[in-house]
């Protein structure tokens, strides 16, 4: 049986995917919109801000790295529901989010303009970026504290309340955006300086809304500051024996993708910008994908952790052919909506404009890979167990095959933006081909909670 017909799943799906995607939206159209309102101030303010946002890629990662293994691990024992171990958890990715955000912070300080400098030579784009960065860099702390609480009420299908405060912040971030870049109701005009401002009180705000929100109305954790303190050896070793490749995994894709940007970035500000608006626009038009790759992990990993493995392999295959179906469906707007970009940036050049086109008509295609392969491989091969597989795969295709191809086409062949740009996104294909092997053997349901895992299901890859 190829499809499910457990009454109930599909609704089950949704309701975590929607809450999910809709945070992803409102999300990415708050980098949408200060990707609009930067981009009126010119190209070089629009690359500045790409090349700022490098680190804070670096960093996101990072988190979502840890959010991911607090994930994986949390939903397990939610599904045993041992809420003093998911709270263990909580405490353990808290910690370790906050010191590297404190690093990084840290980084920026000291270094800055030695940072900036690894992803471009243009030094009028450097100036722009060091505008933003020395305001930005402080939201890397209130970023790390809230994605690991938004992840710790998902991983106990608590979905909506990620939506809700995004909401709120981005109507504040937006708002500031106007008020602080352009100088309305007696501000003075800050320019690429007020973008920035706008973004750290949208993200001190949003940290508040989540303490109050787990401080004070949350009723399935009912965490105390005492149970993020606590600390336990037994629990911190498995958090990074099996969240460690699941962070690493993150943290690589990080670096991966700041190295696409020093790539990107050397090949000149038009190029720059392009892929800055083609991300963008990515992100914004993807949300059903990632949206769907967070549900699928959340209840993979509840099921797994209720020790029902047919069940499991019920899901994985029903849950692949959604995968497929959201792929299509993504890349076929994507494709739709390429034509738009000259409306909606109009003070674009020509040649910029003509190249976001070729590199959203890329991505039309490479998103339908994604949706397969990253929802497959994140959403139920590393939620369910599998933690290894994911990064040496990842690896695997993004430094032996990704970077190096890019790498090739840009300083051998001289090819041109888009070929490079091609390179950089094809392993979304290619992965397919391994991602339906590995989910379909189903030799990756492995049980974490277990008291010895060395007796669960074994692991391949």
């Known amino acids: 049986m190829i499809m499910t017909r457990e009454k109930g799943f599909y609704k089950h799906v949704f309701m975590l995917m929607i809450p999910l995607a809709l945070q992803n939206i409102i999300t990415f159209a708050v980098t949408l919109v200060d990707n609009l309102i930067v981009g009126s101030l010119g190209e070089f303010a629009l690359s500045g801000v790409y090349i ?10 990072l988190v979502v790295g840890l959010s991911a293994a607090l994930i994986v691990l949390a939903a397990q024992y939610w599904g045993k529901r041992d809420v003093d ?15 590297a955000g404190l690093i990084f912070l840290l980084a920026t300080l000291f270094v800055p303009h030695q940072i900036l400098g690894l992803f471009t030579e243009d030094q009028a784009v450097v ?5 933003y960065l020395a305001i930005f860099r ?19 299908e608590n979905v909506r309340i990620g939506l809700y405060v995004s909401v709120i912040t981005f109507f504040v971030n937006i708002a500031l955006d106007f008020i602080l870049v352009f100088g309305l109701l007696g501000f003075p005009a800050m320019g690429i300086r007020g973008a920035a401002t706008a973004t750290l009180i949208a993200r001190v705000m949003e940290t508040a809304l989540m303490v109050l929100y787990i401080a004070f109305i949350d009723k399935r954790l009912q965490m105390k500051i005492a149970d993020l303190l606590r600390f336990s050896g037994d629990m911190t070793r498995k958090f990074f024996r099996y969240g460690l490749p699941v962070i690493m995994g993150d ?4 670096l991966n993708n700041a190295t696409q940007g020093a790539i990107i970035g050397h090949l000149g500000a038009t190029a720059t910008a392009s ?27 509840k099921t797994v952790g209720s020790g029902d493995n047919e069940k499991v392999k019920e899901y994985a295959k029903t849950l692949q052919v959604l995968f497929l179906m959201i792929g299509v469906v993504s890349g076929a707007i994507m494709f739709a909506v390429k034509e738009a970009i000259p409306l909606i940036y109009p003070n674009l050049t020509a040649d910029t404009k003509s190249m976001t086109i070729a590199m959203l008509t890329v991505l039309s295609v490479t998103l339908v890979g994604t949706a397969y392969q990253m929802s497959s491989l994140t959403g ?51 992965k397919c081909i391994v991602a339906v092997i590995k989910v379909n053997r189903f030799k990756w349901i492995k049980n974490l909670t277990v008291a010895h895992p060395g007796k669960a299901e074994p692991e391949a890859g």
């Open 138 to 156: 402080y939201t890397y702390i209130f970023f790390c504290i809230t994605q690991v609480l938004i992840a710790s009420l998902r991983s106990v």
């Open 251 to 254: 943290l690589l894709w990080g």
């Open 275 to 301: 892929v800055s608006i083609a991300g963008t626009v990515f992100s914004v038009v993807g949300v059903a994908v990632f949206g769907t790759a967070g549900a699928s992990a959340i209840i993979i990993g």
């Open 85 to 99: 171990s998911v709270k263990l958890v909580i405490g353990i990715a808290l910690r370790f989010a906050l010191g």
């Open 52 to 61: 700022a946002i490098q680190m804070q890629t670096i960093l996101h990662m």
């Open 127 to 131: 100036d722009e970026a060091f505008k």
């Open 380 to 430: 139920i091969v590393r939620a369910g167990g599998a933690t290894h597989f994911v990064l040496v795969n990842d690896l695997i295709w993004v430094w032996l095959v990704v970077i190096p191809s890019a790498l090739i086409a840009s300083n051998i062949f001289h090819a041109s933006p888009v070929i490079v740009f091609a390179c950089l996104k094809s392993d979304q294909i290619l």
